[in-house]
Each structure stands twice: as C-alpha cells, then as structure tokens.
C-alpha cells in the first residue's frame, strides 16, 4: 500500500523556528546548552509527524511497529541517546512546549542535558489538527 501524502502546513519551518527558540530559551534558564537543529532528525521527526497525522493517531509507536530509535536509525542518525515528545491539537508552538513542560515525561526530554542534537516537525492531519514531533539525540 503506498503511503499517504502528508499535509505540512504552509508556516511549518515559523512554526519550528519558533518552538526552537522557546525550547532553547527554556534550556538557557536551566544552564543548558542550546538544541542545535539536526537535518537528520527533523526528517525523521517529520516522517513520524506524518504517520500520526495521516492516521489521526498519537502515539510514540508508529504504524509499522517502529520506536523513536528505529525511526532515526532509519535515517541515518547514528546515535547513543534518542529522545522524543509527540503531542496533537497546539495550534502555535507555546502551547505544545507549556504541554510538554506540564508532563513530567515530555519535561525530561526537554531537559536531558545529554542530548544536544534536536529534530522537531509539524504535520496536518485529516481534521485540521497539528501533530508535533520532537526528537532530542547525542551521537
């Protein structure tokens, strides 16, 4: 079955911008180092994006069974920690980071002082919902 288009919305690279400058604003305040953008993460965050917008799903696992770490393995991002946030329905990105700070789970990720590497996307799906991913890495 081939796979189902995935609908990005037109200010998805303001909206991952802006996500990124609050993720790393929050980090600054914790004495962290700022999330550099991974090219090779943000694909893989946004085939992830995708797969639960493409079937109004949220969910860490996705549809062919694969964890976060398979996913970026998949492509190619070699790594000795992955990370990863998911949430659905934020239409402007602080809300999704006060949603992850809210979660103990999601904080942790935002947090990990390990990780420096980050892929974040943003996906439509068939409702008009956004679907946020976040995958934080350390190769």
Partial sequence: MPAMACTVP????????QL??????ERRRSALPQFRLSPTLVRGAQMHA????NHNRLSHIGTDGSSPGKRVLRVGY???LVTENVAIGYAK???VLEAWLRSST???????PRT???GLA???GRDGRLHWVMNGGLR
């Fill in 10 to 17: 037109k200010n998805a690279d303001a909206l991952v911008q």
């Fill in 20 to 25: 990124l400058h609050r993720i790393n604003q």
């Fill in 50 to 53: 995708c797969d639960n917008a």
């Fill in 78 to 80: 070699d790594f000795d």
């Fill in 93 to 95: 990105s602080e809300h």
């Fill in 106 to 112: 999601h904080r942790r990720n935002i947090f990990e």
């Fill in 116 to 118: 420096n590497d980050l």
């Fill in 122 to 124: 943003v996906a439509r």
